[in-house]
């Protein structure tokens, strides 16, 4: 004769081990400032905090009321800078998020038409852009559109991850070693991966621009006569301190 075990009981089992489980599987995945002290990291801050390249989005959100359409003078500048933007770095279509059954539906689409406008007077392709419709999560927030593309961009971090001690300390052997410390160099890199231009100046140089041969030429023109190259600005005198006192 075999025993069962209660409902209760095996349910309560069953929950325990489900929740083991669950402790297992998020303990490996937890990175944690020990693992760091543990590995061994490069004594170059460029090689423990690469600048990466990779795609992600640029949005910007523009906000409708209840009673008014079109864009604002601020909004439609706005809009006219993200699609010269996406003229130069844009590597995938513009959406545009348009919110539907909300009470200002009707205005939403009023300023969707302007932000169409606003598009093809900067010259971005009408198949360039695609119009989606979502309801919002919460009707207690204002609805908006939303407009992104995404682009190539430089990325480095995340920062803030302290394996060791700063100060002396017998488990802290960059103290002594005289070595940075593991967080040394990241604010750095991720605020230049930040401020870049053109990621792809990370990895190779741009062709150099044709040089201004009226100018050149002017140049060369002097030195054949024997005059000074120097360029004279007469407006150069008027910006001068004045003499009084010498």
């Known amino acids: 004769m075999t025993s069962r075990i209660p409902d209760d009981r095996g349910r ?9 489980g669950l402790a297992v599987v998020l303990g490996a995945c ?8 543990a590995v061994s990291y490069s004594p170059d801050y460029r090689q423990r905090h690469p600048i990466a390249i990779q795609e992600a ?7 409708v009321g209840q009673a008014r359409g079109g864009l604002s003078a601020t909004q439609r500048a706005d809009v006219m800078g993200m699609a010269q933007s996406w003229l130069r770095e844009g590597t995938g279509a513009i959406s545009i998020d348009v919110p539907v059954d909300t009470p200002n539906a009707r205005a939403a689409t009023e300023s969707l038409r302007e932000i169409q406008a606003t598009f ?3 010259g971005v392709p009408p198949r360039a852009v695609t119009v989606r419709q979502y309801h919002p999560e919460d009707p207690r927030h204002m609805a908006a559109i939303r407009l ?36 040394f160099g990241c604010a750095n890199q991720r605020n230049l991966a930040a401020m870049i231009d ?4 990370l990895v ?3 062709d150099e621009t044709p040089a201004y041969t009226a100018r050149r030429s002017e140049a060369f ?3 054949r006569k024997g005059v000074t190259t120097t360029t004279i600005y007469p407006e150069a005198e008027k910006a001068k301190l004045s003499d009084t006192g010498k």
């Open 198 to 201: 053109n990621p792809s100046d």
């Open 221 to 223: 023109e002097k030195y």
């Open 148 to 183: 992104n593309y995404p682009r190539i961009s430089a990325v480095a971090g995340p920062c803030g991850l302290w394996p060791e001690d700063l100060g002396p300390s017998i488990h802290n052997k960059s103290y002594f070693e005289n070595k940075s410390y593991y967080n």
């Open 204 to 206: 190779q140089p741009r």
């Open 120 to 122: 093809a007077a900067a």
């Open 12 to 20: 309560a089992l069953r929950v325990a081990g489900a929740l083991i």
């Open 57 to 63: 989005n640029r949005s910007i959100i523009v906000f």
């Open 30 to 37: 937890k990175h944690t400032d020990e693992d760091l002290a």
